[in-house]
């Protein structure tokens, strides 16, 4: 069973940057899609920015591309989102998520494949 740990969220103002962190506790393969998800109040979840394969393969949604970056530690124990030149749309929960091994980057699409989440972490950005 893998567990998911998020951290790194906060106020900032708009044009800061922060840098969400998910502590998982098992060794996720390269084979595991892994991505971050947001919720902002009165919307549906959405997929920020996905990985597969040790980052040979990341997705980011058109709203922050140019502006996070989804990467991977070596020992595939962490993941970050580095998120820069942030706007109050931006303003959610931001959830960590893992699917089972997948042998298909087209896999990590589905919202439903991701079978392991994180509790959350606010993330506010205030103009």
């Known amino acids: 069973q893998v567990q998911l740990v998020e951290s790194g969220g906060g106020s900032v103002q708009d044009g800061g940057s922060l840098r969400l962190s998910c502590a998982t506790s098992?060794?996720?393969?390269?084979?595991?899609?892994m991505g971050w998800f947001r919720q902002a109040p009165g919307k549906e979840r959405e997929r920020v920015a996905s990985i597969y394969a040790g980052g040979r393969s990341t997705y980011y949604a058109d709203s922050v591309k140019g502006r996070f970056t989804i990467s991977q530690d070596n020992a595939k124990i962490m993941m970050y989102l580095q998120m820069n030149s942030l706007k109050p749309e931006d303003t959610a929960i931001y959830y960590c998520a893992a699917t089972a091994v997948k042998y298909s980057w087209s896999s990590c699409y589905e919202i439903d494949e991701y079978i392991y989440w994180g509790q959350g972490t606010q993330v506010t950005v205030s103009s």
């Open positions: 098992a060794y996720i393969y390269s084979s595991n899609c």
